[in-house]
Nanobody, 129 residues
Framework: QVQLVESGGGLVQPGESLRLSCAASGFILDAYAVAWFRQAPGKEREAVSCISQIDSTPAYSDSVKGRFTISKDNTKNVVYLEMNSLKPEDTAVYYC??????????????????????WGQGIQVTVSS
């Protein structure tokens, strides 16, 4: 049974950093595409970053490119999202998601409504002064 548990969210000021973690269990992480999505109040959910199991090349939405970094530790079965230079518009609930299907992450990031097979429960990130 696939389980994903996010941690590391919270309240930070603009310009600060946070690192989200997603602890995965019940499957082999290396065989799955992994992604971080976010949903801000009143907006639809969008993928902000993704790593494909095909080539492990990370992809980012334009809104976070250069500020966020996705990574994964296959030995620990953990996915990370390092978020730097945070802005108030980054405020959202962040979700970790995985899918066993071969994934072209360039077609996922920045897309509203992209669907993955399994999801974490989500974690709040608030950027405010």
């Amino acid at each position: 049974q696939v389980q994903l548990v996010e941690s590391g969210g919270g309240l930070v000021q603009p310009g600060e950093s946070l690192r989200l973690s997603c602890a995965a269990s019940g499957f082999i992480l290396d065989a799955y595409a992994v992604a971080w999505f976010r949903q801000a109040p009143g907006k639809e959910r969008e993928a902000v970053s993704c790593i494909s199991q095909i080539d492990s090349t990370p992809a980012y939405s334009d809104s976070v490119k250069g500020r966020f970094t996705i990574s994964k530790d296959n030995t620990k079965n953990v996915v990370y999202l390092e978020m730097n230079s945070l802005k108030p518009e980054d405020t959202a609930v962040y979700y970790c998601a995985v899918d066993p299907s071969p994934m072209d992450c360039s077609l996922v990031v920045g897309v509203v409504g992209a669907d993955f097979g399994s999801w974490g429960q989500g974690i709040q990130v608030t950027v405010s002064s």
